[in-house]
């Protein structure tokens, strides 16, 4: 396929499309009713087997570096677009059918997705929405009522599995990959169209107000949409960070030019806050994408993103320099969300960034839960007693017994420090706490919770499904209904496939 960036595509029609979850908030956002989303045709359309009047599908056309390697042509395999369909407050939102079978990029593959990763990829768009992270959406999770084929662990043991189809929503999924396979042709009249398109449809404040497609856009225009990118991705990594996530396939054709969260594969949440922890079992042994790496990982990517662009850009030193910004972007964007984590206020002297990179050294003494200790962070007392803040912090720690050795001296010496911070901005405490628990989530969607949820769904019971998806809605608030939703990961979960690590298989 060359100087084209999509075909149009229909499709291809499943046998019993079920609607097994939606999204309230976007059905309520796009105006369909309660009646219309539980309706047979809701089903239909969202499966691709009927057709949005006046839609005509398509797939895109893309590239990438897969685990920093050049992969060539690679494209929407799976995804099939259906175009645009406008909010109630008249926002132009895509959207998306993943698994609705096969299109000009499919390379062989079946263009369909199981439903074990098309429940993970919808619940944690979700859930990611609900923490505030820039992120795609997920309209609805049709069950197809086909099966499909798998090797779930690569071992030659392929089994069938339940298809399923995610629509996902987003602004845009324009990725990095579309630009890079452009330059990589050598196509640079399409690649300067590509760039135009996107500044004028994704980034319309950039762009002058009289500015219409296809029109020219000026230099500094096209720079100042670079700088954004950077921003935005920087900002959309330090949400990652500070909460523990770890996307696991950050590859070039899985990064939005919007910086939003895209493409849930292996996915996973730090339970223990272990650096160099991957959730991919691909990525296993060399660790590129682990968690400490995302940042940087993510500025690699931008450098791949400036060197497609740059024929059109051309301006190489402006281009450095806005890559050269990128550490401090990030770090800004970090520091401004960990302060609210912990409940600081004007975070980010020399001083306070000691005192993050301590906590942050602390948190690897002993395996301590991320998720769990920065949400009972809040209910320390600080009251000079610091045997009382560590017996609040006690539950997120792994293994037996209470804090001891250097640890508990290196924490101690830490909550001390802590303390006298937070004194130092006399903040109510009652006011502190409630900022706080804004921030700190009382619930992750651990792996291994939905592992559990899915060994059910196997078994066709949804129940845990549907009480993970009540739960990622409103992840701040304690659901006390949820028993489980809120501890450390058990035991068991530790190691087993798909509770801890997860191959691409999907
Ligand atoms: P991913 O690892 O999911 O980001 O996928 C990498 C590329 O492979 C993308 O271009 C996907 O569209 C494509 N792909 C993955 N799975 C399938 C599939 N079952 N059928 C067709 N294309 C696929
Ligand atoms: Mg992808």
């Not at 998306?96 to 263009?111: H, I, N, V, W």
């Not at 949409?225 to 991705?233: I, K, L, S, Y």
């Amino acid at each position: 396929m060359s100087e084209a960036l999509y075909s149009t595509v229909l499709p291809s029609p499943v046998r019993a499309p079920r609607l097994l979850l939606c999204s309230p908030s976007l059905c309520e956002d796009f105006g369909f009713d309660t009646d219309f989303c539980h309706s047979e045709r809701f089903a239909q359309l969202m499966s691709g087997n009927e057709r949005f009047p006046g839609v005509s599908p398509f797939a895109t056309r893309y590239g990438g570096h897969q685990f920093g390697n050049w992969a060539g042509q690679l494209g929407d395999g799976r995804a099939i677009n259906l175009g645009e369909l406008a909010t109630r407050d008249g926002q132009l939102l895509n959207l998306q059918l993943k698994g609705a079978g096969p299109t000009p990029y499919s390379r062989g593959a079946d263009g369909r997705a199981v439903l074990r990763s098309s429940l993970r990829e919808f619940l944690c768009s979700e859930a990611m929405h609900f923490l505030g992270v820039p992120t795609t959406r997920a309209l609805s999770l049709v069950l197809s009522g086909d099966e499909v084929v798998r090797d779930m662990f690569y071992d030659g043991n392929p089994q069938y599995e339940p298809g399923a189809i995610v629509c996902r929503v987003a602004p845009s999924f324009t990725r990095f990959g579309h630009f890079q396979l452009c330059a990589y042709r050598g196509e640079e009249a399409l690649l300067r169209r590509l760039l135009h398109q996107c500044i004028h449809d994704d980034f319309p404040h950039l762009a002058a107000p009289s500015l219409t497609s296809g029109e020219h856009v000026s230099q500094d225009i096209m720079l100042r949409w670079f700088g954004e990118v950077c921003e935005r991705t920087a900002i959309m990594v330090a949400h990652w960070m500070s909460l523990g996530f770890v996307h696991g396939v950050m590859n070039t054709d899985n990064m939005s030019v919007l910086g939003l969260s895209i493409d849930y594969g292996p996915y996973g949440w730090l339970d223990h806050y272990d650096p160099q922890w991957t959730p991919n079992t691909t990525d296993a042994v060399n660790r590129r994408y682990r968690y400490e790496a995302q940042p940087e990982i993510a500025l690699w990517n931008l450098y791949q993103l400036a060197n497609a662009v740059l024929p059109v850009l051309q301006d190489v030193p402006e281009v450095e320099a806005i890559l050269k910004s990128y550490p401090l972007l990030y770090e800004n964007a970090w520091l401004e969300i960990m302060g609210r984590k912990l409940g600081v206020q004007n975070f980010g002297t020399k001083e306070d960034k000691a005192l993050l990179s301590e906590l942050l050294a602390v948190l690897q003494l002993r395996e301590t839960d991320m998720s769990l200790f920065f949400r009972a962070l809040a209910q320390a007392p600080l009251g000079g007693e610091v045997r009382e803040d560590v017996g609040v912090l006690a539950h997120a720690f792994y293994g037996e017994g209470e804090a001891s050795g250097e640890h508990l001296i290196r924490l101690s010496r830490w909550l001390q420090h802590y303390a006298a911070r937070v004194h130092r901005d006399a903040q109510d405490v009652c006011v502190r706490r409630t900022q706080m628990n804004r921030v700190n989530p009382w619930f992750v969607l651990r792996n291994y919770l939905v592992q559990e949820a899915l060994d059910l769904a196997d078994e066709g019971d949804f129940s845990r499904v549907h009480q993970l998806h009540a739960a990622l809605q409103e992840p701040y608030i304690e659901h006390h209904n949820a028993p489980g939703f809120h501890r450390k990961r058990p035991e068991w979960a530790r190691h087993r496939a798909g509770a801890s690590m997860l191959s691409c298989s999907s």
